[in-house]
Each structure stands twice: as C-alpha cells, then as structure tokens.
C-alpha cells in the first residue's frame, strides 16, 4: 500500500500570499498518477490537479501541481477568499487500494 | 449537467444494514468505473471500494472486506453499495463519485450514523 503523508498539517497564511503544499508517498507513484482535490464545508472533494500536473477543467491557473516519484507539491500562487480549504493528495497508481493524503487545512491567518 | 446523487444513508445500531444509491443523471454510468468514499466527521477521505464498468472487477478496502457489496446497474444508471455488520467506525459520510484513476465527477454525499 502507499502511503501518503501530507505536510503541513495546517498552513495559515493571509490572502494574496502564496502557499506551498507537499504530499510525499511512501514508494514511487507509478507514472505521475496523482491528483489533488479541494474540499470546503459540507462539500464534495473537487479535483484540482490530475497527472501530477495537469490542470482540471475550469481550475484557475493560480493552482498548479509539480514532483514525481516519491514527492509531489501543490502551489497555489495568490490566496484567493475561495481558495481557504482542505487540500488531499491521492495516489491512482496502484488500486486497491486508492490512497489519500491525510490533507492540509489551508486557513486564514 | 452531470449530477451524482447518493440516499440511503441513516441511523443504524452496529451490526445492522443499510443499502446506499447513487443515481446519475446527465452522465452515462456504464462508460465509467465508480467508487465510493467515505469520510468520518471531522477527519479525511478513506476509499471504500472499486467497480469496473462491466462489474467484472471489484475491489475493496481491508476495513470493509467481507461486509460491503458494491454493485450497479448501467440500465438504471445507478451505483449501490450493501453494508452489513455495520461498526460504530463505519460512521461517516459516504460519496460515489466516478473513477478515470482521479476523480472528475463526485456526489454530495449521504450520512451513515451507526450507533446504539
């Protein structure tokens, strides 16, 4: 199973700041199969990065995803009000099983 | 528009069964893989289980195998996923969402209580 391990726990950082995510899996991600997903309150994870890199279909470019093998960053240039949430990683290189991040919670300082 | 919609979910005493749906409308189910997953209150996503268009291929994670079913139903365009044995840990929100390896399409989740 891979494991992935999210880092920070939480971020706070004011809007128009730039935020670095990492998500470090336990073995190499075959192919760059990983994606990240956005999560508000009471909402439906929302796919953010696919590939590692690519972006999802309406995703603002402000969002972008990099890394390979074992570690993976979600950059998100200038904190928009929106853009406050909880971010996941998610391995789909290798099922079963599908693995997530434990995530980071990106909140307002 | 493509709209996934869980029901089913409810309060359970642990070691009963709840079936949950997952109709789809603006979206053909049967092009698809489908998965569920969960979410205890409070902490992070968890795959529940796999299911290839044809239903020839399931998967399940360790915490389920033996009491969930995943099934479908491409002319009903409707995914369903049978709980039995139902633990106080399996306390969550549930989503379906479809499955390119990422996920595109999820829905918006029903709760499942199991409590005494």
């Known amino acids: 199973e891979i494991v992935l391990t999210q880092s920070p726990g939480t971020l706070s950082l004011s809007p128009g700041e730039g935020a670095t995510l990492s998500c470090r899996a336990s073995?190499?991600?075959?192919?760059?199969?990983l994606a990240w997903y956005q999560q508000k309150p009471g909402q439906a994870p929302r796919l953010l990065i696919y590939?590692?890199?690519s972006r999802a279909t309406g995703i603002p470019d402000r969002f972008s995803g990099s890394g390979s093998g074992t570690d993976f960053t979600l950059t998100i240039s200038r904190l928009e009000p929106e853009d406050f949430a909880v971010y996941y990683c998610?391995?789909?290189?290798?099922?079963?099983?599908?693995?997530f991040g434990g995530g980071t919670k990106v909140e307002i300082k | 528009e493509v709209q996934l919609v869980e029901s089913g979910g409810g309060l359970v005493q642990p070691g009963g069964s709840l079936r949950l749906s997952c109709a789809a409308s603006?979206?053909?189910?049967?092009?698809?893989?489908m998965i569920w997953v969960r979410q205890p209150p409070g902490k992070g996503l968890e795959w529940v289980s796999y299911i290839f268009t044809s239903s020839s291929t399931t998967y399940y994670a360790d915490s389920v195998k033996g009491r969930f079913t995943i099934s479908r139903d491409n002319a009903k365009n409707s995914l369903y996923l049978q709980m039995n044995s139902l633990r106080e840990e399996d306390t969550a929100v549930y989503y379906c969402?479809?499955?390119?390896?990422?996920?595109?399409?999820w829905g918006q989740g029903t709760l499942v209580t199991v409590s005494s």
């Open positions: 998610q391995q789909y290189g290798r099922l079963p099983p599908l693995t």
């Open positions: 603006g979206f053909t189910l049967s092009r698809y893989s």
């Open positions: 073995q190499s991600v075959s192919s760059s199969y």
């Open positions: 590939g590692a890199s």
């Open positions: 969402a479809e499955y390119s390896g990422f996920s595109h399409f």
